[in-house]
């Protein structure tokens, strides 16, 4: 029976990804790197992750740290205030709310950016736990930030539900042996979400009796 139901935030909760690869974009063109979606979603994972491997791929001139710093800096002076939520965000966190569902965010931004979104979109009173990059050792897919997440809201894996955007948010969430739907984002319509247990078109979509089944 599903006890707690587990949100990632980017991409799902919110339209970001495209903000932050847009954000990656401008540092990148600066240092001669014309980075393209593709590149951008091969190298999808935590901010520190994906800095690593594009100073790999790219043979930037600044560090994977610099590259992070430059790029959190731009996304919060610039990027981070146009998030909106994504269509039936709010309407669902209301009915898991009334439901008596534990509910939280497991996301591989950091947390400042996490608490900046989830205010700016009215959302930060349904969560009663929100676990972030710092939070864990391995990022996603690895299982960390979910089975850190469960013995936070006191409750086993088996009793959650994941919600996720991104084939890696998939498996990491299956990793922990959670129940999961899938709701992609831009950019990943077309992608392999054949591990989620269900796939959806949009949050609007996830009723109760679907999460109950």
Known sequence: MVKAVLFDMDGLMVESEMLHYQAYKEVLVRLGVALT?????AAWGSDKDMCMRFVEKFHTPISAAELLEQKNTLFRQVYIYKVTPQQGLLDLLRTLKESHYLLAVCSSSQMHEIEIVLKAIGARQFFDQVISAESVENG???PDCY?????????????CLVLEDAPKGVAAAKAAEMKCFAIPSTGLETADFSKADNIFKNLGEVTIEMINK
């Not at 979606?37 to 979603?41: H, P, S």
């Not at 089975?147 to 009793?159: G, N």
């Open 37 to 41: 979606m593709e590149d951008y979603f």
């Open 140 to 142: 996603k897919p690895a």
């Open 147 to 159: 089975l850190l997440t469960a013995q936070k809201l006191a409750v086993e894996p088996a009793d």
